[in-house]
Nanobody
């Protein structure tokens, strides 16, 4: 059974840092991408970052470029999202997800490209 479990969320002050983790298990195939998404109250879920498996490329939403870094530890089957210079507008529930379908040349930052989702972890940026 495929499982994605996020952790590391909480409350942080503006300008602070936080690292999220996503532990993966149960995969019997190589997924095409793994991504981080977020959903703020009253807003649609949006793509934050992704790693495309075919070439290891990493992609970021414009709103987080230069502040967030996504990485993965293949041995531990964990992906991370290091978030620096956090802003109140980064407040959201953060989800990790995996894509089971191949899309040529895509950045894998769209919700409809993903098939399996974690339960999410709350990140609140506030003083």
């Amino acid at each position: 059974q495929v499982q994605l479990v996020e952790s590391g969320g909480g409350l942080v002050q503006p300008g602070g840092s936080m690292r999220l983790s996503c532990a993966t298990s149960g995969f019997t195939y190589d997924y095409y991408a793994i991504g981080w998404f977020r959903q703020a109250p009253g807003k649609e879920r949006e793509g934050v970052s992704s790693i495309r498996s075919e070439d290891g490329s990493t992609f970021y939403a414009d709103s987080v470029k230069g502040r967030f870094t996504m990485s993965r530890d293949n041995a531990k089957k964990v992906v991370y999202l290091q978030m620096n210079s956090l802003k109140p507008e980064d407040t959201a529930v953060y989800y990790c997800a995996t894509a089971a379908r191949y899309y040529s040349g895509r950045y894998y930052l769209e919700v409809n490209e993903y098939d399996y989702w974690g339960q999410g972890t709350q990140v609140t940026v506030s003083s």
